[in-house]
Each structure stands twice: as structure tokens, then as C-alpha cells.
């Protein structure tokens, strides 16, 4: 009977940490998510980065924070002057959570992102490479998540980008954007942290577009 009760006595504390552990980590997340909507500057995206890395870091085992600290310096890396040093610093923190997550579909879109921000440093001569590479991985983002709306996102949003005598611009982007919208009403993200991004370029879009 001592063993039942010492032995329940265990399992209770055990969990009660694993839920205490739990409940900090998506308190840090959520708290640092904020902090992402509300970062306009360079130092204070780059501050959001590095929150997320060190969220990863003491977890160790989840995704989530090594996506959002690539996902966030991928896009500073657009507005960059050393687009290819910072896409390369997401590619190093991309790499931490795709050993944690194999296939995933939101770890393909990001390396689409830093594709594209390796292309925008000479569109015309790292066009064959980066756009191919970035459409490469778009496609497997489709596949690993057919439900997922932000490889469409991403596709209407360079067609846009992309000059009509390339094939680009509102004819061919629209209809995708539209798709897009779709999916991302119906989309339900597994949780309040994991990635729902993407209406704000379709609006955009669909804006520019009408």
C-alpha cells in the first residue's frame, strides 16, 4: 500500500512539473508572440528574434520558437543591406527546427522566405537558382499540408511581385490570392501559438488587384 501511494505521489509531481514547464513555455510564447505584432523597427524585430532563439534554446525539444526566430529574420533579412548574411543567420536557426520537425509544411514556406531573400539581392541573375529553389519548396509544403494556405500565400504574393512579362502580376496572382482566402477562413491552427499568418498580404493582394 506505502509503494501505491509513494509511487502516486511520484506520478503527481511529475506531472505537476511537466504542466508547470508546459504552461511557462506557452506563457513566453505568447508574450513574445505579442511582442512580434507590435515590433515595427529593425532593433526591436531583431530583439523579437533573439527572444524566440532563447525560448528554443532552454526547451530544446519544440519547433515552434526556432520557426518563428528564422520566420522573423527572413523577413528582416528583405529590408536588409546584408540580405545574404542575415538570410543565412535564418537558415542556421531553420536547420534547429527542422531536426525537431521533420516535413513540415510551415518550416518549408520559411525556407521559401529566405530563398526569396537571397534572390532579392539580384533578381535578375539568382532568379534560376532561389526561385526555383523557393518554388521547390513551396510544392513540398503543399504536399507535406494540403490544408495549408500560406505556400499559396507566398505564391499569389510573388506572382504579384513578378513582372507580366515573366507571368506575374494581377492576372495570374488574384486567382491564387483568392484560393488563398479560402483556405485561410477554413484553416485551424493546432493551437493559439503555431503559425496563422498571411491575411494581411492577401488583403493586399486582393486590394491592389481589384
Not at 133 to 160: C, H
Not at 163 to 177: I, M, R, Y
Amino acid at each position: 500500500m506505502k509503494k501505491v501511494i509513494l509511487l502516486s505521489f511520484v506520478l503527481a509531481n511529475t506531472l505537476l512539473a511537466v504542466y508547470s514547464q508546459t504552461d511557462k513555455f506557452n506563457a513566453a510564447m505568447g508574450s513574445t508572440l505579442q511582442q512580434l505584432q507590435a515590433a515595427k523597427t529593425t532593433d526591436e524585430m531583431g530583439a523579437v528574434a533573439a527572444k524566440f532563439e532563447r525560448i528554443g534554446d532552454a526547451e530544446k525539444t519544440q519547433w515552434l520558437p526556432y520557426y518563428y526566430a528564422a520566420m522573423v529574420k527572413a523577413r528582416m533579412a528583405f529590408g536588409a543591406t546584408d540580405k545574404d548574411q542575415t538570410a543565412d543567420a535564418a537558415s542556421v536557426i531553420l536547420n534547429k527546427a527542422d531536426s525537431l520537425a521533420k516535413n513540415n509544411s510551415e518550416i518549408y514556406c520559411v525556407k521559401a522566405m529566405i530563398c526569396y531573400a537571397h534572390l532579392m539581392v539580384d533578381p535578375m541573375t539568382r532568379w534560376k537558382k532561389y526561385g526555383a529553389d523557393a518554388s521547390a519548396n513551396l510544392e513540398a509544403a503543399k504536399k507535406a499540408d494540403a490544408t495549408n494556405p500560406r505556400p499559396f500565400i507566398m505564391q499569389a504574393n510573388s506572382l504579384k511581385n513578378t513582372p507580366e512579362n515573366f507571368g506575374g502580376g494581377c492576372k495570374s496572382a488574384k486567382p491564387l490570392a483568392l484560393q488563398a482566402a479560402k483556405m485561410l477562413a477554413d484553416f485551424k491552427p493546432n493551437s493559439p501559438l503555431h503559425p496563422n499568418w498571411g491575411k494581411e498580404i492577401i488583403d493586399q493582394i486582393l486590394t491592389s488587384c481589384n
